[in-house]
């Protein structure tokens, strides 16, 4: 038997606009199969033909995350690129986009993104879904020096600059 606590489920809001569509739907039903996902929030596109711009879609997906609504938010667009910026804007969420595995690695492990964007033109479904299922697995050691140096970025964030 593991000394490893077991893991609370996680929530898990996912978006995309029309560009990530078929790439989201590949994933959220990979989430939804997955034991380490308690529930998967889609806040959409759900239409090939629905035109709704990417910021829209990421800002509520990262809302959801930065309310408690949702621990982590998996957005798709083109390259990632837009979503990942959108899901910054919200206070309280770190994104990143990435499409390798040291760096979705080090996105929680580093940094503590809560979000990680994908680009639906850049990477292909079968490494997106084993970024994900990686990424599923881990954890931000709060206790670690990695979290040292993104108390500052949140103390920057709430306006406390010492
Ligand atoms: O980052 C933005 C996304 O890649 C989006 O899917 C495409 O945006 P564009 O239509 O402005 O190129």
Known sequence: MSGQPQ???LRVAVGADEAGLALKDALADLLRGDARVAAVRDFGVH???DRTAYPNIGLLAAQAVADGQADRALLVCGTGIGMAITANKVAGVR???AHDAY???RSV???NCQVLA???R???TELAKRLVREWLDLEF???SASARKVEVISRYESGRRA
Do not use: I
């Open 118 to 120: 994908l680009g639906a």
């Open 122 to 124: 850049v990477v292909g």
């Open 7 to 9: 893991r609370r489920p």
């Open 141 to 143: 050691d709060d206790s």
């Open 103 to 105: 760096s979705v690695e």
């Open 47 to 49: 239409e090939p033909d």
């Open 95 to 97: 994104a990143t986009v």
């Open 109 to 111: 492990l580093s940094n």
